[in-house]
């Protein structure tokens, strides 16, 4: 396959993955924008020296997460958490309930923009329905690392949307 | 109430541009003329500096400065090379995704800190040995009388002002440095976890 069709592939497959990615870390449409392209150009650049060395997946999936890391540190404002200390502060005070499918997306992009990586990145992976070796595989954290932060993320995740819509 | 997976995963799609071929070329044409045009404003701000200094020396304006004006030259040339090669031994797009996201992250930050923890080598010590060798033949010329009544006055504004500068320059430098090796420390940590 050429460079171009490796690229085709991977954007028909994964194109819409990269699109909630680029969601999830950057709030400005604009912005959001710009990463999403810078994605998009470091993949198919990627793809030169792509030979097979993991699966499409995870090449995809450290293109992306590599790219966004960069972006991510150049623009950082405010400090980040890690899943611990982020499961110490309590979630904000939320007038209108926990229901809408959009608002909970909303407060799910605002986790993982407090987020410091790697935490960040499982957490969206783990959302990407990823499994811990994967995960393991992209992040670069041994396997026993990235089961306690799945671990972590599911009770974040109980506490902070399960638990309220109960109440 | 409904997983915050699923709700993930059929979050509505913002359209991409870049799926289309013609989109992604024109993208990266337009990402190297920047990287192109961020390169020609260095190269054009040293070579002015550099001419400027030539055309002094040509036209004996400062005859006892001629020779630290040189080094200052060949000062500008070190730096831009250093500029140059550090850009350049940026990563290959290729190999962005040969390494895991927290391997590629401390290797950024390594490369950061690496140039910004030697600046004081490669950046400002080029500049430095000319400039107090500059400073040396004011200080000789106002020791032997040479130099006009304003020169003393003139030569601690000189050394005030540089080492004001230099010192700013080299706590920004370091305060980096340090920023980007306690990250290293991090990643490390995360790594052996």
Redesign the interface.
């Known amino acids: 396959m050429t460079q171009d069709e490796q690229y085709l592939q991977a954007m028909a497959e994964f194109g819409t993955a990269l699109g909630r990615l680029a969601r999830a870390y950057e709030p400005d449409a604009d912005l959001r924008h710009d990463l999403l392209q810078d994605v998009s150009l470091a993949l198919w650049r990627s793809f030169a020296g792509f030979a097979g060395q993991c699966s499409l997946r995870t090449w995809v999936y450290r293109v992306a997460h590599n790219t966004a890391i960069s972006a991510r540190v150049r623009r950082r404002k405010g400090r980040l958490v890690s899943l611990d200390e982020l499961a110490g502060i309590a979630a904000p005070d939320d007038p209108e309930g926990a229901a809408g499918r959009a608002h909970v997306l909303e407060r799910l992009h605002r986790l993982i923009r407090r987020l410091a990586p790697p935490d960040d990145q499982v957490m969206l992976l783990y959302l990407e329905d990823q499994d811990a070796a994967e995960i393991a595989e992209i992040t670069g954290l041994s396997a026993g690392a990235v089961a306690t932060r799945i671990h972590r993320v599911k009770q974040l995740l109980t506490r902070r949307f399960q638990q309220e819509s109960e109440t | ?2 997983d ?2 699923t ?5 509505p ?2 359209e ?4 289309d ?1 013609a989109a ?1 070329r024109a ?2 044409a337009r ?1 190297e003329a920047r990287v192109r045009l961020r390169n020609v404003a260095l190269y054009a701000y040293s070579a002015f500096s550099i001419l400027v200094s030539l055309w002094l020396v040509a036209r004996g304006a400062f005859p006892a400065m001629r020779w630290p004006m040189l080094l200052m030259v060949g000062a500008h040339l070190f730096v831009l090379w250093q500029i140059n090669r550090r850009i350049n031994a940026r990563r ?14 401390r290797g ?1 930050l390594e490369r950061q800190a690496e140039g910004l923890s030697r600046a004081w080598l490669w950046y400002m010590v080029p500049f430095l040995i000319p400039f107090a060798w500059e400073l040396g033949i004011m200080a000789s010329r106002i020791h032997s009388g040479e130099a006009p009544p304003e020169a003393p006055r003139l030569l601690v504004i000189f050394i005030v002002v540089a080492v004001c500068f230099w010192t700013a320059v080299l706590l920004a430098f370091s305060r980096a440095a340090l920023k980007a090796q306690l990250q290293i420390a991090r990643l490390d940590a ?2 052996a ?1």
């Open positions: 109430m409904t915050p997976r709700i993930w995963k059929t979050q799609n913002e991409n541009a870049m799926s071929l992604l993208r990266a990402f290959l797009p290729a190999e962005i995704a040969a390494r895991p996201a927290l391997d590629f992250h950024e995360l790594k976890e």
